[in-house]
């Protein structure tokens, strides 16, 4: 794993990204329109969290915001069930999400052993 020099760099929160278009997509549709309870937590934060942690330039504090984040998204995996349950994706919209989410928490957990095995401090310590 290389340096990052912005959060836009990272491949966790690039991918973050896209899960959060995908699931803002699915929204804005149907019944799930109307469950705004639903909406306000499945539209979690993991994207902003790593681009939180990044910014504070410090790994020990980057590591705890991407624990954060993989929390989120875990959260986020979890909320999928209840949208499919629910009827307000389908069978593939789940899958798609879940393979994407999935895929955020085994990228962010991987960059959290990176940091936890660097040498390095960040960059705030340079």
């Known amino acids: 794993m290389g340096t990052f020099n912005r959060f836009e760099d990272?491949?966790?929160?690039?991918?973050?990204?896209?899960?959060c278009k995908l699931i803002n997509g699915y929204t804005l549709k149907g019944l799930f329109a109307k469950d705004f309870k639903l909406i306000g937590q499945i539209?979690?934060?993991?994207?902003?969290?790593?681009?939180?942690?990044?910014?504070?330039?410090?790994?020990?504090?980057?590591?705890?915001?991407?624990?954060?984040?993989?929390?989120?998204?875990?959260?986020?995996?979890?909320q999928l069930f209840?949208?499919?349950?629910?009827e307000y994706i389908s069978k593939q919209e789940f899958q798609e999400a879940y393979n994407l989410a999935?895929?955020?928490?085994?990228?962010?957990?991987?960059?959290?052993?990176?940091?936890?095995?660097s040498e390095l401090k960040g960059s705030k310590y340079k």
């Open 10 to 19: 990272i491949i966790a929160w690039q991918k973050a990204r896209v899960l």
């Open 43 to 78: 539209k979690g934060s993991s994207m902003d969290n790593i681009a939180e942690g990044f910014e504070r330039g410090g790994n020990k504090e980057f590591i705890q915001f991407l624990a954060i984040s993989k929390g989120s998204v875990g959260e986020t995996r979890s």
């Open 82 to 86: 209840r949208a499919l349950d629910n």
């Open 102 to 117: 999935d895929e955020v928490g085994k990228l962010t957990g991987a960059l959290m052993k990176h940091l936890k095995s």
